[in-house]
Nanobody
Framework: QVQLVESGGGLVQAGGSLRLSCAAS????????MGWYRQAPGKQRELFAA???????NYADSVKGRFTIARDNAKNTVYLQMNSLKPEDTAVYYC???????????????????WGQGTQVTVSS
């Protein structure tokens, strides 16, 4: 099985920075795309940053130029550097991986759509 463990959330003043991490554990052979979602109170969960295994990135307009997603394939970890934070960035942040392949005694197996436990980010004005 695969588990995603997030860290790095907290309370910060507007204009400040935070760095989130999300580490996948298990006998992982490879991970496809990794992404960060967030869900503010009363709103739907939204994807705002994603990165492919090769390192190509995409961002929602709301975070472009302020947030940076990165990954370390050797550590099966995805990061999110958040700068110039705004009160409207307040939300629970979740990491997601779309496909994980791991090694078994029979070869390889894949699983899909894994989520981290979520971490609260609060930006005060």
């Amino acid at each position: 099985q695969v588990q995603l463990v997030e860290s790095g959330g907290g309370l910060v003043q507007a204009g400040g920075s935070l760095r989130l991490s999300c580490a996948a554990s298990g006998s992982i052979f490879s991970i496809n795309s990794m992404g960060w979602y967030r869900q503010a109170p009363g709103k739907q969960r939204e994807l705002f940053a994603a990165i492919t295994r090769g390192g190509s990135t995409n961002y929602a307009d709301s975070v472009k130029g302020r947030f940076t997603i990165a990954r370390d394939n050797a550590k099966n970890t995805v990061y999110l550097q958040m700068n110039s934070l705004k009160p409207e960035d307040t939300a629970v942040y979740y990491c997601n991986v779309d496909r994980v392949t791991w090694i078994t005694v029979w070869g390889t197996e894949s699983g899909y759509d894994y989520w981290g436990q979520g971490t609260q980010v609060t930006v005060s004005s």
